[in-house]
């Protein structure tokens, strides 16, 4: 789809006035979103209601360039922020996103030496024997019951505990992201043929045999969010 881009500015001009970027950064959300939906994660994608919260990814480019100004790029150019605590290291992703009361906000995504973290802790695993493997940035873990692997509503992120209306048991939402996480782990080494030394321990997916689901998985870059 992301090929289509420039045929539907041209029949469409309002698209014209947003950095191509976040055209190519949605396209990219759509494909993850199906993705997640054809491999049982998540429920089918749904339009985006105007009525409430709006968002927009930039993937790059963007500076802060006082404690009180922000500069993206494209036609929005610099405007005026808060900015609550300083910020370190290189920016990834900013979301800029206008909440139904009109007010505006944005979140950040900085790579504080990630990637040197990364690259001492695949050493380290290697070193004692062990397995390093990295899940897509866009794994909706906090969206699946740990149980039974269907699909939940989606939550606000002041909820921290909820009640799976599929298996009935409290879950802890931090706890079930870190299961689902492991799980697609162990997922991701069973394609590419590492389960005798992920399952080493006698580790297993929800207590059985970890079955490949979907496309053949890949390794993405590992990020630092929380869901």
């Avoid at 789809?1 to 190519?24: F, R």
Wanted: proline fraction near 5%; aromatic fraction near 8%; charged fraction near 20%.
């Amino acid at each position: 789809m992301k090929k289509q881009i420039p045929a539907l500015k041209a029949e469409h001009e309002w698209l014209k006035e947003c950095y191509s970027q976040c055209l190519q950064q949605s396209v990219l959300n759509l494909s993850q979103a199906f993705q997640n939906f054809f491999e049982g994660r998540a429920k089918y994608p749904n339009f985006k209601s105007k009525h409430h919260r709006q968002s927009v990814q930039f993937p790059q480019n963007v500076k802060v360039i006082s404690e009180s100004a922000i500069k993206f790029p494209g036609l929005l150019g610099t405007i005026a922020a808060k900015i609550h605590r300083p910020i370190e290291g290189q920016l990834k992703t900013v979301t800029v996103s206008k909440m139904p009361d009109g007010k505006y906000f944005a979140s950040l995504l900085v790579d504080v030496g990630w990637g040197q973290f990364c690259t001492m802790l695949k050493y380290k695993a290697e070193f004692e024997g062990k397995v390093y493997l990295e899940i897509g940035r866009f794994f909706p873990s906090s969206h699946p019951c740990s149980n039974t692997l269907l699909p939940l509503e989606k939550m606000d992120l002041s909820i921290r505990s909820f009640v799976c209306p599929h298996c009935s048991e409290r879950h802890d939402r931090d706890v079930n992201a870190a299961i689902n996480i492991r799980n697609e782990g162990l997922r991701i080494s069973v394609s590419q043929g590492l389960a005798h030394l992920a399952s080493g321990s006698g580790a297993s997916a929800l207590g059985r045999d970890v079955k490949t689901q979907g496309r053949k998985a890949q390794v993405y870059p590992l990020r630092g969010s929380r869901g």
